[in-house]
Nanobody, 118 residues
Framework: VQLQASGGGLVQPGGSLRLSCAASGFIFSISTMTWYRQAPGKQRELVAGITGGGSTTYADSVKGRFTISRFNRENAVYLQMNSLKPDDTAVYYC?????????????WGQGTLVTVSS
């Protein structure tokens, strides 16, 4: 299982970023994909998830501002982040859990840093 996150950077409050996660090594189309984030000194938290069928879930703190999507043909999942706030500053991780054919557990990408600051 390989998960490669990209798209992070420095953005001003109110701005937007789009994160991408390229997945390989497992059956992506039927796997639930999730974005987590971890801010300095805080625990890792779920941001948004999307099932193979396209059902989505969001943390209350990002509802209405973030949108998770997937493109199965390219084994990719995206996180569109709008109206960014300084509290959104964190390292964002792509995740899949219990992928078919692999040992049960969480699999993580390397993370991409998002900094929201003026």
């Amino acid at each position: 299982v390989q998960l490669q996150a990209s798209g992070g950077g420095l953005v001003q409050p109110g701005g937007s970023l789009r994160l991408s996660c390229a997945a390989s090594g497992f059956i992506f189309s039927i796997s639930t994909m999730t974005w987590y984030r971890q801010a300095p000194g805080k625990q890792r938290e779920l941001v948004a998830g999307i099932t193979g069928g396209g059902s989505t879930t969001y943390a209350d703190s990002v509802k209405g501002r973030f949108t998770i999507s997937r493109f199965n043909r390219e084994n990719a999942v995206y996180l569109q982040m709008n109206s960014l706030k300084p509290d959104d500053t964190a390292v964002y991780y792509c995740n899949t859990k219990n992928p078919p054919g692999w040992a049960r557990g969480n699999y993580w990408g390397q993370g991409t840093l998002v900094t929201v600051s003026s």
